[in-house]
């Protein structure tokens, strides 16, 4: 019998599909806002959760989705109200989520053991309502992330302008903290609370070695993100090892080989310096240019920050959006 006629298998690729998907989909943004550790804070979060559950004899993933949820939501309002910055909103999570996993752990009288298939993942784990469990919270974050794509991409690219633009940045900034609680609990049971943090983040690392778009990044960094948690699965299997660890190894030597071959072909990802205060240049009317593109997130092009708006390179030259037409310069 081939790994595919086993039920624990064809669930675990189920779940390393939906995994790929929405681990990276949240992960393009953490990583904009340079915050790609977060997943591990998350994750440790969730370790008490889990423990929790353990503890009360409730469904596990359950409790872990209750508790990592509540604590990013604390931790992100602690953050925006400046009571604690980044670093230290990060290592409070660390710290008190590590050590109220190991503490619960030891008054439910589990093993390492038990603990472990939630740390690294396993196949053999994956039953029938956890499979329900990923997919019902891959689904919620897929289309958060999809659907509200322009709005999260304002926030976490800059805040300030942002809240010029309208956006209720505080309502942004927490439901990404939820959504990012939300595929932690998905990828607990395939990639392991403390490797998914890996998941949201090298493939996003991968693809922007190869894009120029955020657009074509996220989609990008989803479709890798299919293929090592389908990858790492499949070895996991021959090679018996925790699933949690392939898929990351394969992750990373994805990214090492992209990083090398970029290098080696010269891969051309022009970086203009941001014009000094003051320097304006020579700005040329380009009324004709709205009707056949406009510049956005999405167009394509580098955005460079150009005094109090953002220039976009087209063809050797910078377009600057001005009032209902755009200048050259």
């Known amino acids: 019998m081939t790994m595919f006629g086993y039920d624990f298998m064809q669930r675990a690729l189920v779940g390393a599909v939906l995994t790929g998907l929405a681990a990276p989909a949240v992960g393009t943004y953490l990583v904009q806002r340079r915050q ?4 591990d804070g998350i994750g440790h ?17 359950l409790t872990a989705m209750i508790v990592a949820t509540a604590g990013a939501v604390t931790i992100e309002v602690v953050r925006m109200r ?6 230290v909103a990060l290592a409070m999570l660390f710290y008190g989520g590590i050590a109220g996993g190991v503490l619960l752990t030891g008054l439910a009288g589990n093993s390492a ?17 956890d499979l329900w469990v ?18 999260l991409f304002a926030v976490c690219h800059d805040e300030e302008y942002a809240r010029v633009a309208g956006l209720r940045v505080p309502v942004y900034n927490v439901l990404l903290a939820v959504m990012a609680a939300l595929t ?11 490797l998914v943090s ?9 693809a922007q070695q190869l894009t120029r778009s955020f657009r074509t990044t996220l989609l990008l960094a989803m479709g890798l993100g299919v293929v090592v948690s389908s990858a790492g699965v499949v070895l996991s299997y021959y090679v018996d090892v925790a699933p949690g660890a392939s898929i990351v190894v394969i992750a990373i030597a994805g990214f090492v080989a992209t990083a090398c071959l970029g290098g080696a072909l010269g891969r051309r990802r022009t970086t203009m310096p941001e014009l000094a205060e003051g320097e304006l240049g020579v700005h040329v009317a380009a009324h004709d240019h709205e009707q056949v593109h406009t510049h956005g997130e999405d167009c394509g092009h580098d955005a460079v920050r150009h005094g ?22």
């Not at 790609?36 to 997943?39: D, E, H, K």
């Not at 932690?184 to 403390?194: D, F, S």
């Open 36 to 39: 790609a550790l977060i997943g």
């Open 45 to 61: 979060v969730a370790l008490t959760g889990v423990a929790l559950g353990l503890l009360t004899g409730a469904f596990p993933v």
């Open 82 to 87: 400046g009571r604690a910055s980044g670093d």
């Open 113 to 129: 053991a038990t603990l472990n298939t939630y740390l690294f993942g396993s196949l053999t784990t994956v039953s029938p309502t």
């Open 134 to 151: 990923i997919a019902g919270l891959a689904l919620v974050v897929l289309v958060l992330a999809l659907s509200l794509r322009r709005q």
């Open 184 to 194: 932690v609990t998905t990828a607990m049971r395939v990639v392991g609370l403390l």
């Open 198 to 206: 890996a998941l949201m983040v090298v493939p996003v690392a991968t």
């Open 308 to 329: 109090d708006h953002v220039d976009y390179l087209h063809e050797g030259h910078r377009h600057a959006q001005h009032v209902d037409h755009y200048d050259e310069h």
